[in-house]
């Protein structure tokens, strides 16, 4: 009885005053007045014309005998199936301007690829997409580099069926993973541009947690616009399986269709808490301080009540978590492997709450000794190493002064990114340090640590468990 379903329902629409019971027991009727002979979908089919309801072609062909993709061999001509489609690769100009696309279709029991040319190629491209179920009407099958192909001809036709239900064509979810095609739904929880790739974190039916990374050349506007929506995805690689998020890599072969429905659900990365194992994660905490390399930095943070140091390789972020020292922040694309946090290919930098120094500066200090001292600390040593770590490459210099402390007890590294602590223990005006070249302004540091090595200093700051002191004051 299922295969005359949408009989029924059609019956039931034109025919209000029908209950569904009396519907099926006028088709079990038909069907024993006819001994027996007839299926129930031809019964019901009698019983929508007795009742003068036009049946569209559409839904015969639904409900009454059709080819399956397993059935057809080369040769064959006048074809009509009923099937979903699975990719629609970019248009292939070939020459004389001649334009083919070949659209991977499937049903339950395969997949084949439907060849169109020309102007009916041009439009099928721009009209459909992945997961829209189709009827192919007087097709033909050829084969071709030994594999069977359908086509068409001028009598030939294509139309799409909405609202098929899973009983009979089965969804595009079932039908990829079956026949292991790259095309998944994604439900987009949040998107973010990096320096060369957009990232998709998101959720699809198939594969649960993904990550999609698409190279920026690939960009387009619409990708700003699919946040909470599903977006359906051909032709990519899945580069990592056994841990979540799933991450998928896109090319230029690649397709993108955004839709309209919203996405049902969504994947958020976990918090990284001391005891992450390898991962993506977000972190929440407060930049204290910033190390420039020549190419990247390291960045101190404090999150879960203790100080970890992240490796940025992107110049321009390393500027954003210096604009952004001594403020609460929520990091996305936090990548935890071998015990170093690392920032990945595509991450968001968030404020989420206002300037958080006072955090530091309000804790009471302490006038004390080095050695198994933490939280804020003033106290006395002599100075034993000074070193300036600077990039004068970007829009504005990063100047980042580390100094060794020993005061008998114990010895720290302060590291301090103010330009006054900077300036006064060097004697460098902060912006004449770039204007220097550098073989000069490493006589300069030489000098400046001739000067003070060995000499006993007051530091200020908040001292950490290894033995990491951010410098708030040196005198």
Same mark, same amino acid.
């Given at each position: ?5 949408? @009989?029924? #329902?059609?019956?039931?629409? !034109?025919?209000? *005053?029908?209950?569904? +019971? $009396? ?128 086509? @068409?001809? #001028?009598?030939?036709?294509? !139309?799409?069926? *909405?609202?098929?239900? +899973? $009983? ?308």
């Amino acid at each position: 009885m299922s295969g005359a379903r949408y @009989i029924i #329902d059609l019956i039931l629409k !034109s025919r209000p *005053e029908l209950s569904y +019971e $009396e519907v099926i027991n006028m088709i079990k009727k038909r069907v024993e007045e006819l001994g027996g002979l007839i299926e129930e979908d031809a019964a019901a089919m009698i019983v929508a014309k007795e009742l003068g309801i036009t049946i569209p072609r559409k839904n015969i062909v639904l409900t009454s005998g059709k080819f399956r993709i397993a059935d057809i061999v080369p040769g064959l001509r006048g074809i009509t199936i009923v099937a979903r489609i699975l990719k629609v690769p970019n248009l292939r100009y070939l020459s004389g301007e001649k334009v083919v696309l070949k659209v991977l279709v499937g049903d339950d029991s395969g997949v084949i690829n439907l060849v169109l040319w020309g102007r009916i190629a041009k439009e099928f491209f721009n009209q459909y997409k992945p997961g829209d179920a189709i009827l192919i009407e007087k097709g033909i099958a050829k084969k071709y580099r030994g594999k069977i192909e359908l086509s @068409i001809n #001028d009598i030939s036709q294509i !139309s799409k069926l *909405e609202n098929i239900e +899973e $009983e009979y064509l089965p969804s595009l979810e079932e039908l990829a993973k079956k026949f292991d095609v790259d095309v998944v739904n994604i439900h987009v929880s949040r998107v973010f541009k990096g320096e060369e790739n957009i990232c998709i974190y998101g959720w699809s039916p198939n594969l649960g947690n993904v990550k999609v990374v698409i190279p920026i050349e690939h960009w387009r506007d619409y990708f700003l616009q699919i946040e909470d929506k599903q977006i359906i995805v051909q032709g990519f690689k899945v580069v990592q399986r056994d841990k979540a998020p799933h991450l998928i890599f896109c090319g230029s072969s690649s397709r993108f269709f955004p839709l309209e429905f919203k996405a049902e659900r969504k994947y958020v990365p976990p918090r990284y808490r001391d005891d992450s194992d390898s991962g993506e994660y977000i972190v929440e905490g407060i930049p204290l301080a910033i190390i420039p390399f020549k190419r990247g930095g390291r960045v101190f943070i404090f999150t879960n009540n203790k100080l970890v140091r992240m490796i940025v390789f992107d110049e321009r972020s390393l500027v954003t978590f210096y604009d952004k020292l001594f403020k609460q922040i929520v990091i996305w694309g936090v990548i935890l492997r071998n015990n170093d946090l690392r920032l990945d290919r595509c991450f968001s930098i968030e404020n989420v709450a206002s300037p958080s120094k006072d955090r530091f500066l309000k804790e009471k200090r302490v006038k004390t000794k080095l050695k198994g001292t933490v939280g804020h600390v003033l106290a006395k040593g002599a100075l034993i190493s000074l070193d300036l770590k600077f990039n004068c490459r970007l829009s504005k210099p990063l100047l980042s002064l580390l100094l060794r402390v020993d005061d008998g007890t114990d010895q720290i590294l302060g590291i301090s990114n103010n330009p006054e602590i900077i300036e006064r223990l060097l004697g460098i005006d902060r912006h004449d340090i770039c204007e220097y070249p550098e073989s000069i302004l490493a006589e300069i540091i030489d000098y400046s640590k001739h000067q003070l090595l060995g000499r006993e200093i007051t530091i200020d700051g908040y001292l950490f468990r290894d033995r990491t002191m951010i410098l708030l004051k040196v005198d």
